[in-house]
């Protein structure tokens, strides 16, 4: 069993910043890429950032490049993502998710990531 708690979500001014934390509890990780998901009200629920867990390859959305950073702490069993100069477009409820993988990490569909969280709230204000 797998399981993934999200925290760290909460009300921020434009500008500002805030690091999400996933704890991941479970089987082994060393085979696990580690995602970030948001979903707006009324949107799709969008791939934001991927790290894997052995090596801390990272890849990211376009929207997010440059302004949030996720990494990985393997002693604590948690990824981050560190969320700057956060705009109102960021507000969406933040999913963690963890897929298996065995070459490419890179896809960004839903349906490639087999756990979920359940979710933390982000509300950047203007």
């Known amino acids: 069993q797998v399981q993934l708690v999200e925290s760290g979500g909460g009300l921020v001014q434009a500008g500002g910043s805030l690091r999400l934390s996933c704890v991941v509890s479970g089987r082994t990780f060393s085979s696990f890429a580690m995602g970030w998901f948001r979903q707006a009200p009324g949107k799709e629920r969008e791939f934001v950032a991927v790290?894997?867990?052995?090596?801390?390859?990272?890849y990211y959305a376009d929207s997010v490049k440059g302004r949030f950073t996720i990494s990985r702490d393997n002693a604590k069993n948690t990824v981050y993502l560190q969320m700057n100069s956060l705009k109102p477009e960021d507000t969406a409820v933040y999913y963690c998710?963890?897929?298996?993988?065995?070459?490419?990490?890179?896809?960004?569909?839903?349906?490639?990531?087999?756990?979920w969280g359940q979710g933390t709230q982000v509300t950047v204000s203007s």
């Open positions: 998710a963890a897929r298996y993988y065995s070459g490419n990490f890179r896809t960004v569909s839903r349906s490639d990531y087999r756990y």
């Open positions: 790290i894997t867990w052995s090596g801390g390859s990272t």
